[in-house]
């Protein structure tokens, strides 16, 4: 809404509802990402923020509304207009234009950062392996570690995974990436490292969505700032208006805890 | 109080004598008589054993390469190892399956190995050899429809296939639960990641999740392959000419039972030996990611497994 013009938006979430048995988590969530946004979502613990980010690529799979990314709706396709299934292959292919970095990093244990890097390049985009290589030691290069390529994950600090994490979604070259709470598994004095890299990206303008519950990340690098409780989005617009001057009760509430 | 002092005021030499690298082991008596004990024993044992006429070990010794127990060597082995190949494969399918969200495939997976675990390998081998009592022809057919092709039973099964096929599914029941529980051993979010990065289930268990649960999956089946050399020996009653049933067919003629069946028990101990080193080889090679120095200690063995 506030970055209405005349671009479509890469993102497309309308009337989104997400229920785990009897609760529900989702109520209706509408939003629109632009191409080279950077879009924060803050909220309590529960308010359905992380849920919201994972229907986007489906790992969760939503009960009504829809959310379609790069013209694509997101686990369906019209066929003979109606609304079908899309079988789990047809998923998995529209997936990998979305990258996505987890709250606990979730590397290959049993592979080396650099084959952690390459594995979806070469495997699932049919890059060479020497190609597949060049870029993963770029990437490795911008995220700064690029004398870690042959270390195996357990041998590096939290924030060192998150960076390889990093690294590794973006190496699939995604037109989106989602952080799920990208520094909330980490010790406070690693914390920065990660948030320094993933500013980098921003200003780089790649499109991100990014569940955090780093204010300060939110304020500088963000271009939308979202409040999410209870399964609705309660606030949103530009950080120093959402962040600087809250309007909303439960956006004020949750804001002074961090002040 | 005297702690305090002690430890306050050490004696003349201060922080050099508690410095741990000047520490010795003190000499351990009892642990030195304990030992010359036990090796008496064993020795004393070893020596009643080798000397006692009625263990035959010449016997032994002229029949440990006779040419029937060889050919009985290589029954039991072969059968082993086909059995265990086909009993991996088998049951690899029929923990995906279980583990599967469909409910038909779920379902069989769980009548397989309902049915082969809980009936007697002995009385399931039997089964498939005398095949042909229950069914005389073997046939495709359309279910209720007309027959296509058809075999003699005994044609095709013989002790041979019967053996393999009897050995085979009841190895797939056990391993079936060895692999599922593997594969539920890996953090979910393995999986997880696998499929955000729009992998396929098949490449996600292949490249990802299988790799990792090796770990628990590998000393188990160590287990199991010894267990299978063993049962081999069951075969003997479909008349397969396994390392048992051959130093039977031995003792028979000559009735030299105990030393006939020393030489068996000498290679069945042998395989297994080999067998449980071949298994701490594989179990470092799957635990490799672990060692904190692994890049360190062998920097060309790693570059050479990041070849895809």
Request: glycine letters at 8%; hydrophobic letters at 45%.
């Given at each position: 809404?506030?970055?209405?013009?005349?671009?479509?938006?890469l993102?497309?979430?309308?009337?989104?509802?997400?229920s785990?048995?009897?609760?529900?988590?989702?109520?209706?969530?509408d939003?629109?990402?632009?191409?080279?946004?950077?879009?924060v979502?803050?909220?309590?613990?529960?308010?359905?923020?992380?849920?919201?980010?994972?229907?986007?690529?489906h790992?969760?799979a939503?009960?009504?509304?829809?959310?379609?990314v790069?013209?694509?709706?997101?686990?369906y396709?019209?066929?003979?207009?109606?609304?079908?299934?899309?079988?789990?292959?047809?998923?998995?292919?529209?997936?990998?234009k979305i990258?996505?970095?987890?709250?606990q990093?979730?590397l290959?244990?049993h592979?080396?950062?650099?084959?952690n890097?390459?594995e979806?390049?070469?495997?699932?985009?049919?890059?060479?392996?020497?190609e597949?290589?060049?870029?993963?030691?770029r990437?490795?290069?911008?995220?700064g570690?690029?004398?870690?390529?042959?270390?195996?994950?357990?041998?590096?600090?939290?924030?060192?995974?998150?960076?390889?994490?990093?690294?590794?979604?973006?190496?699939?070259?995604?037109?989106?990436?989602?952080?799920?709470?990208?520094?909330?598994?980490?010790?406070?004095?690693?914390?920065?490292?990660?948030?320094?890299t993933?500013?980098?990206?921003?200003?780089q303008?790649?499109?991100?969505?990014?569940?955090t519950?780093?204010i300060?990340?939110?304020?500088?690098?963000?271009?939308?700032?979202?409040?999410?409780?209870?399964?609705?989005?309660?606030?949103?617009?530009?950080?120093?208006?959402?962040?600087?001057?809250?309007q909303?009760?439960?956006?004020?509430?949750?804001?002074?805890?961090?002040? | 109080?005297?702690?305090?002092?002690?430890?306050?005021?050490?004696?003349?030499?201060?922080?050099?004598?508690?410095?741990?690298?000047?520490?010795?082991?003190p000499?351990?008596?009892?642990?030195?008589?304990?030992?010359?004990?036990?090796?008496?024993?064993?020795?004393?044992?070893?020596?009643?054993?080798?000397?006692?006429?009625?263990?035959?070990w010449?016997?032994v010794a002229?029949?440990?390469?006779?040419?029937?127990v060889?050919?009985?060597?290589?029954?039991?082995?072969?059968?082993?190892?086909?059995?265990m190949?086909?009993?991996i494969a088998?049951?690899?399918?029929?923990a995906i399956?279980?583990?599967?969200?469909?409910?038909?495939?779920?379902?069989?997976?769980?009548?397989?190995?309902?049915f082969?675990r809980?009936?007697?390998?002995?009385?399931?081998?039997?089964f498939?050899?005398?095949?042909?009592?229950?069914?005389?022809?073997?046939?495709?057919?359309?279910p209720?429809?007309?027959?296509l092709?058809?075999?003699?039973t005994?044609?095709?099964i013989?002790?041979?296939?019967?053996?393999?096929?009897?050995?085979?599914?009841?190895?797939?029941?056990?391993?079936a639960?060895i692999?599922?529980?593997?594969?539920?051993?890996?953090?979910?979010?393995?999986?997880?990641?696998?499929?955000?990065?729009?992998m396929?289930?098949?490449?996600?268990?292949?490249?990802?999740?299988i790799?990792?649960?090796?770990?628990?999956?590998?000393?188990?089946?160590?287990?199991?392959?010894i267990?299978m050399?063993?049962?081999?020996s069951?075969?003997?009653?479909?008349?397969?000419?396994?390392?048992?049933?051959?130093?039977q067919?031995?003792?028979?003629?000559?009735?030299?039972?105990?030393?006939?069946?020393?030489?068996?028990?000498?290679?069945?101990?042998?395989?297994?030996?080999?067998?449980?080193?071949?298994?701490?080889?594989?179990?470092?090679?799957?635990?490799?990611?672990?060692?904190?120095?692994?890049?360190?200690?062998?920097?060309?063995?790693?570059?050479?497994?990041?070849?895809?």
């Amino acid at each position: 809404m506030t970055t209405a013009n005349s671009q479509t938006p890469l993102v497309e979430a309308r009337n989104v509802h997400k229920s785990f048995d009897q609760l529900e988590v989702l109520k209706g969530i509408d939003l629109d990402v632009m191409p080279g946004e950077v879009v924060v979502i803050l909220g309590p613990s529960g308010s359905g923020k992380s849920t919201f980010l994972r229907c986007i690529n489906h790992l969760e799979a939503i009960q009504k509304g829809y959310i379609q990314v790069d013209g694509e709706q997101i686990g369906y396709a019209l066929r003979k207009g109606r609304l079908e299934k899309l079988s789990a292959n047809g998923i998995a292919r529209q997936r990998r234009k979305i990258g996505m970095v987890f709250q606990q990093f979730n590397l290959y244990p049993h592979m080396t950062v650099l084959q952690n890097i390459i594995e979806a390049p070469i495997g699932i985009h049919g890059e060479s392996r020497q190609e597949a290589i060049a870029n993963a030691m770029r990437l490795l290069e911008r995220v700064g570690l690029s004398e870690k390529a042959q270390s195996y994950p357990r041998q590096l600090s939290g924030g060192q995974q998150q960076r390889v994490a990093i690294a590794r979604a973006l190496a699939i070259r995604p037109k989106l990436m989602l952080f799920d709470e990208p520094t909330s598994a980490l010790d406070p004095e690693l914390v920065g490292e990660v948030l320094a890299t993933m500013r980098d990206l921003a200003r780089q303008g790649l499109t991100m969505i990014v569940v955090t519950h780093e204010i300060g990340f939110a304020r500088e690098a963000a271009d939308r700032v979202i409040f999410m409780d209870g399964g609705h989005i309660v606030e949103m617009g530009k950080p120093e208006d959402v962040i600087g001057n809250p309007q909303h009760p439960r956006t004020q509430a949750f804001l002074s805890r961090f002040l | 109080m005297s702690d305090r002092t002690a430890s306050n005021a050490p004696p003349s030499g201060g922080a050099d004598f508690r410095d741990v690298a000047t520490a010795h082991t003190p000499f351990r008596t009892g642990r030195l008589v304990l030992w010359l004990v036990i090796i008496l024993v064993v020795a004393d044992f070893a020596w009643i054993v080798a000397n006692n006429e009625n263990f035959g070990w010449p016997v032994v010794a002229h029949y440990f390469f006779d040419p029937v127990v060889m050919s009985g060597l290589t029954v039991s082995l072969g059968l082993t190892v086909v059995g265990m190949l086909l009993g991996i494969a088998f049951g690899l399918i029929i923990a995906i399956a279980r583990m599967s969200n469909d409910r038909l495939a779920r379902s069989f997976a769980s009548l397989f190995i309902w049915f082969f675990r809980g009936t007697p390998l002995l009385v399931q081998l039997i089964f498939w050899y005398n095949m042909s009592t229950l069914f005389p022809q073997l046939s495709i057919a359309i279910p209720f429809g007309p027959t296509l092709v058809s075999w003699e039973t005994n044609s095709v099964i013989t002790p041979m296939t019967a053996a393999i096929v009897g050995l085979a599914l009841n190895e797939a029941a056990y391993m079936a639960e060895i692999i599922r529980g593997g594969l539920l051993s890996v953090d979910r979010g393995q999986s997880e990641t696998a499929e955000a990065f729009g992998m396929t289930r098949a490449r996600a268990l292949w490249r990802i999740i299988i790799p990792q649960a090796m770990r628990s999956i590998v000393p188990p089946t160590g287990n199991q392959l010894i267990s299978m050399i063993k049962a081999t020996s069951l075969v003997s009653v479909i008349a397969m000419a396994d390392l048992l049933y051959s130093v039977q067919s031995i003792y028979n003629r000559t009735f030299e039972i105990i030393p006939m069946l020393l030489v068996a028990v000498i290679w069945y101990l042998m395989i297994t030996t080999v067998l449980n080193i071949g298994q701490s080889y594989i179990e470092a090679y799957y635990g490799r990611s672990d060692r904190r120095n692994a890049t360190v200690a062998k920097p060309a063995a790693v570059t050479e497994e990041a070849s895809h």
